[in-house]
């Protein structure tokens, strides 16, 4: 089985820098998604990591260390249109041949002023 | 650019009603996927398919079924719609290997 973990809220100040952590428990580690979800709409790709190591997209980061069952979202330069749900989402491919991703319960990031 | 298509946003129904919630992709995705999402417990799966007429459990299977008679549909259905069925069900497709999913905007279930 797999265990995701990740905050269920945060808050940060627009301008500055947020890191969203996500722990994974899984056998068969076969990649890690990020996924962004604004109210009332469809989750969207951020990020895919299945190697260690940071992946930089711009203002958004994610880094994996597959190791430590460790990952998180860096968000630099915060605008108010990030605030939003943030999913992790893990595939393990000892859950069947198909690598289905299980998604942790979601960060909800809050962006004031 | 990839579009999942679900046919209603809104559906309101009455306890002990067959409901089917209709999926549509347009990128020829082997994959496709029902979740719910719900407050607190984020999405959960329900079904799956890697390809027509194929169908896997999901981790909530019970009291849905789901039906893939061509690669771009994808149904579910409430066999008899109970009020804990109410909830926001999204689908979702990918192509093979290690693609992301895509997503449907979702459609907000309420069981009467």
Known sequence: GQNIDQPTEMTATEGAIVQINCTYQTSGFNGLFWYQQHAGEAPTFLSYNVLDGLEEKGRFSSFLSRSKGYSYLLLKELQMKDSASYLCAVRDSSRGGSYIPTFGRGTSLIVHP | ?112
Not at chain 2, 26 to 33: I, L, P
Not at chain 2, 69 to 87: C, D, G, Y
Request: glycine share 8%; with cysteine.
């Open chain 2, 1 to 112: 650019d990839v579009k999942v298509t679900q046919s209603s946003r809104y559906l309101v129904k009455r306890t002990g009603e067959k409901v089917f919630l209709e999926c549509v992709q347009d990128m020829d995705h082997e994959n496709m996927f029902w979740y719910r999402q719900d407050p607190g417990l984020g999405l959960r799966l329900i079904y799956f398919s890697y390809d027509v007429k194929m169908k896997e459990k999901g981790d909530i299977p019970e009291g849905y079924s789901v039906s893939r008679e061509k690669k771009e549909r994808f149904s579910l259905i409430l066999e008899s719609a109970s009020t804990n069925q109410t909830s926001m069900y999204l689908c979702a497709s990918s192509p093979g290997g290690v693609q992301p999913q895509h997503f449907g905007d979702g459609t907000r279930l309420s069981i009467l």
